[in-house]
């Protein structure tokens, strides 16, 4: 069977070149040690500003909050980029597939977005997150739904659902409605309730389901990252918590807390086409004369020229 694996690693913040390297050294281990596909953190490319508030309060900005944006957006890359470049390469040199969240920039705009590599035709898919969650809203854009993308892979159809928006219940219909085979959650969340939502989304879809946290201290950020609440680890920015799934919602991989780490998996394609016997959410169980979906999947702009 083939061999999935999840990296649970911290990025280095606001330096995407020094993140690519580390992003490249990691995806060769995980090809060493018999992965086919790598799914890596959100945010893994250019970094979580974990603790920072850009000195945005209600009705206020600061010339301090708008410095930390600059940085921030200063470790941001391009689609068109040498650092996608370089990841191409790298999958491709390697023959693994690789999802990564990365910190997109496009104009004058930041998304926080999962980067999908084919090893034979490059980029397969940058799915941006549809709804950045609570205070992400202040630096990142929203995505729409023409970025809903997936790729096929020896491991089975690959989509990407990033963080919160793995609570949006229509966003994942959308997904299931795809095809998705191999359900990639790269996040942030490193409560100890996620592992329970990465289950229900592996029952529910009846979909291996691969989720990709960071591990990452205080001490990785530069020395004057303003880290203004207290965090609920101590030094520990982000804890970790990445998990590997079944479509029966069997554990086949962690979570894993405190520690950088890679996990593996072997995946049995048949594992989802035996689990829809007795269900299917958007076949046999999903009902279209009580509800339906519709999903606007062409790419909206604040500006059409004719």
């Known amino acids: 069977m083939p061999t999935a694996a999840v990296v649970q690693a911290g990025s280095i913040p606001f330096d995407a070149g020094a993140s690519v390297d580390k992003a ?39 010339d301090d ?34 999802v990564i969240g990365i910190i997109e920039r496009l104009g004058n705009t930041l998304y926080c977005t999962a980067l999908m590599l084919d090893p034979g035709s490059g980029i397969a898919g940058a799915h941006r997150k549809l709804m950045p969650t609570g205070s992400e809203r202040l630096v990142w854009g929203f995505g729409d739904g023409s970025t809903l993308d997936t790729m096929d892979t020896p491991l089975g159809r690959v989509g990407s659902v990033i963080c919160w928006e793995n609570y949006m219940p229509l966003l994942r219909q959308a997904m299931y409605a795809k095809g998705v085979e191999l359900y990639c959650a ?29 591990f990452i201290t205080k001490d990785s950020y530069p020395a004057d990252h303003p880290f203004e609440a207290d965090l609920p680890y101590g030094n520990t920015a982000i804890r970790g918590g990445s998990i590997i799934i079944a479509p029966s919602g069997e554990v086949l991989a962690g979570p894993v807390y405190d520690e950088e780490t890679i ?30 979906l519709t999903v606007h999947s062409e790419p909206r702009s604040s500006v059409s020229f004719d």
């Open 186 to 214: 790269p996040t942030v969340d490193d409560r100890p309730t996620w592992p329970a939502t990465m289950t229900h989304i592996a029952l529910e879809g009846r979909t291996h389901v691969l989720s990709a946290c960071q």
């Open 263 to 292: 996990l593996y998996a072997d995946i049995d394609p048949a594992a989802k086409t035996r689990s829809h016997l007795d269900f299917d959410v958007v076949g046999h169980y999903s009902r279209p004369d009580v509800f339906e």
């Open 65 to 98: 909050g708008r410095r930390q944006y600059e940085r921030y957006s200063s470790g941001a890359i391009s689609l068109d980029g040498p650092e996608v470049e370089r990841l191409a390469e790298a999958a491709s040199e390697l023959n693994l597939f690789v």
């Open 24 to 62: 490249i050294r990691l995806m060769r281990e995980a090809r060493d040690n018999g992965a086919e596909i790598a799914v890596f953190p959100e945010a893994f490319i250019g970094g979580y500003p974990k603790g920072s508030t850009f000195g945005a309060t209600v009705g206020l900005r600061t």
